[in-house]
């Protein structure tokens, strides 16, 4: 049988084309069942409250940097998307005073615009909202060196190479409505994509690219940093492959819920725990990785029931 055609962009691939079947069955999910999806390299864990969300996510930075010596350097690498996660890392930093001279970060992200990864006084600038968000406002004598912080650039080749010898305790993300985590999106429905989505060895080979967003996705980052203004959202963005998401030791997920909606969230954690990977949905990829832990403020999780407002 042939796939179903997307109802979000006809041409394109994304959850919309998966079987009925598995959309039913992850809506029908409720808090409780999310908890029990846990497996072996696969967590699911639950915060009750916003304020013990974000340090939870702040502390993965903190305790990933104290590891980092300078015989065995240590990174992470992080999303915009959530980002009050960043204020709390500086503080953290500054008030243990914990030195950052032998650790590493990697932005998972950067918009491409006229050729080239957008400069750093964009509005969108992501490599710009680290910085003003968390590096710049540790104290210098503790800060992490500048060649030790890597963003992707349009010649990627750099950023890749950074990856080799530096351990990356933890790729931390985010999940957007079309299911992606950094700017892993699924591609358009033409060429040899026409009848089937790319499979998960294909994808899983993608390093760090330029792609082409899905619509979803300029919609959300309208949504969610631009008041809804779609034309200022750029449509290619540079992002982190899953050749550099298979280096780090663990993939840690962060659900706020004002990223994807109830919905998304089940869907992507049913996927994974019982390990149906589609590249439709390439959140669900990470069903093969071999640590993988979604957080989930409890607040957020909601229930997909029909509620006409």
């Known amino acids: 049988m042939p796939r179903p055609v997307s109802t979000i962009a006809p041409g394109w691939w994304d959850y919309t084309t998966l079987e ?17 999806l846990s497996r072996p390299g696969f967590e699911v864990c639950l915060y009750d409250t916003l304020e013990e969300f974000y340090l939870a996510e702040a502390l993965e930075y903190i305790n990933a940097w104290r590891q980092s010596t300078g015989d065995n350097p240590v ?4 999303p915009i998307g959530p980002t009050e996660q960043l204020p709390l890392v500086a503080r953290l930093v500054n008030d243990l005073e914990i030195s950052l001279r032998d650790a590493h970060f990697w932005g998972m992200d950067e918009w491409f615009l006229n050729g080239r990864e957008a400069p750093g006084d964009h509005p969108l600038s992501f490599a710009r909202a680290d910085r003003e968000l968390c590096f710049d406002r540790i104290r210098p004598e503790l800060a992490m060196p500048h060649e030790n912080l890597h963003f992707p650039a349009a010649d990627v080749r750099a950023y890749e190479s950074s990856w080799q010898g530096v351990r990356c305790a933890v790729m931390q993300g985010g999940q957007g ?9 699924p591609p358009r429905r033409e060429g040899a994509y026409k009848d089937a ?3 998960a060895d294909e994808y899983r080979r993608l390093g760090t690219r330029v792609v082409e967003l899905h619509p979803l996705t300029l919609i959300q980052n309208a949504r ?5 203004n779609i034309p200022l959202v750029p449509t290619h ?6 050749v550099q998401t298979w280096q780090a030791e663990r993939v840690s997920i962060w659900h706020p819920g004002q ?4 919905f998304g969230m089940r869907l992507t954690t049913l996927m994974i725990s019982k390990q149906v990977a589609d590249t439709a949905v390439p959140m669900s990829l990470l069903a093969a990785h071999p640590d993988v832990r979604f957080n989930f403020y409890r607040g957020a999780i909601g229930t997909c029931e029909t509620e006409m407002h």
């Open 237 to 242: 963005a540079l992002t982190v492959g899953p």
């Open 75 to 78: 990174g992470i690498c992080g």
């Open 224 to 228: 969610t940093s631009g008041g809804g």
């Open 177 to 185: 409505e079309v299911k992606h985590w950094a700017f892993n999106d």
């Open 259 to 262: 990223h994807d909606n109830p």
């Open 197 to 199: 989505p790319p499979t």
């Open 20 to 36: 009925p079947e598995i959309l039913q069955d992850a809506a029908s999910l409720s808090a409780t069942d999310l908890e029990q």
